[in-house]
């Protein structure tokens, strides 16, 4: 147990006035960072960003949630500070479970709860389903906790993402990464993201952007962008999700991710996966806004989310600390 708190650094910062701190945990081929609000002893929440996000997707939010909980917010390996996946090595789905099972460990939380926006929300589902005994509760922030592809697509998306990565390294590694001005990052993070505010962008850029000569780049592994091949079915997706025990918060949207769907079929699946949640009594509400709500306007989702906790985690917590 020493030991595996040796791995495990907290330093000072000041870049963002809520956060105590850094944190910094040791994997194989570098570092996971991110970013740790609240007491020390706390109930523990993890908190998981979005594609191409960062852990300051969550700056605005937590600081409008219950004090009484420890929030770890963890930059996913190739995303904001976190170092980036060795070369020749895809990004794919079943490697962010595992960084976030290896994130777990180094903290030493046997249980906790979970935070997560978009794919972040979809780490959520996946551990939860995997590591059932672990999870409290899961509030999923415009996500569905699992997204199934159909299985006819299967082959096709397979091949693509293959495809991309060969391309990918064949490119010239001055084409990779280019440099700009910080004016012309957040127009170019704006013009990819029209769902973020100018506000919530440079909150994004504050660990999305690194200093070289002539300007600055984005931090993130661009292979990010590269297609993800793991995918899963329906048919698994309601498997695993009926593997969940934790209580379930999931807070949709109006004009968020299920917008982003063209296909009549693919927002037929997500609809079966909301249903499957409200069957088994959790909690799917609909909220004003875009896909990033809880940045923008972090005062419409705070309330709900700050109830969940309460009832379904800290308000247990109370109880038994009395017997």
Not at 150 to 170: A, H, N, P, T, Y
Not at 205 to 219: A, M, N
Not at 277 to 282: A, K, L, Q, T, V
Request: net charge neutral; hydrophobic share 40%.
């Amino acid at each position: 147990m020493i030991q595996a708190l040796k791995g495990v650094r907290h330093m000072a910062s000041s870049s963002v006035k809520q956060a105590v701190s850094d944190l910094s945990v040791p994997v194989p081929w570098g570092e996971i960072r991110g970013k740790v609000w609240g007491p020390d002893h706390g109930h523990p929440v993890l908190c998981l960003h979005g594609w191409a996000d960062n852990c300051g997707t969550f700056n605005t939010l937590l600081p409008l949630l219950p004090k009484e909980c420890r929030y770890v917010a963890m930059d996913l390996a190739g995303h904001g500070c976190s170092s980036h996946r060795p070369a020749g090595v895809m990004y794919s789905f079943p490697s962010y479970v595992l960084d976030v099972r290896r994130v777990v460990e180094a903290l030493q939380w046997s249980k906790f709860s979970i935070i997560g926006h978009s794919m972040g929300g979809n780490l959520a589902g996946m551990f939860s389903a995997l590591y059932p005994d672990m999870v409290e509760a899961v509030v999923l922030l415009d996500s569905y906790g699992f997204l199934p592809t159909d299985v006819k697509e299967m082959s096709k998306v397979f091949r693509q993402g293959l495809d991309e990565m060969i391309q990918f390294e064949k490119r010239d590694e001055n084409k990779k990464r280019r440099v700009y001005t910080y004016e012309k990052a957040v127009e170019r993070l704006l013009a990819g993201n029209s769902s973020l505010s100018e506000h919530s962008a440079k909150i994004l850029l504050e660990r999305g952007l690194v200093q070289v000569e002539g300007g600055v780049e984005f931090s993130r592994d661009f292979r990010i962008n590269l297609r993800n091949v793991v995918r899963i079915t329906m048919e698994q997706s309601l498997e695993l999700q009926s593997k969940i025990q934790a209580s379930v918060l999931v807070v949709l949207a109006e004009d968020g991710f299920e917008k982003m769907f063209a296909k009549q079929d693919q927002k037929k699946l997500t609809e079966d996966i909301l249903q499957a949640y409200r069957e088994r009594n959790h909690l799917v509400v609909t909220v004003p806004g875009n896909h990033h709500v809880h940045l923008n306007n972090p005062e419409v989702v705070a309330p709900l989310v700050s109830d969940f906790l309460q009832n379904k985690v800290l308000n247990k917590d109370a109880d038994a600390s009395k017997l």
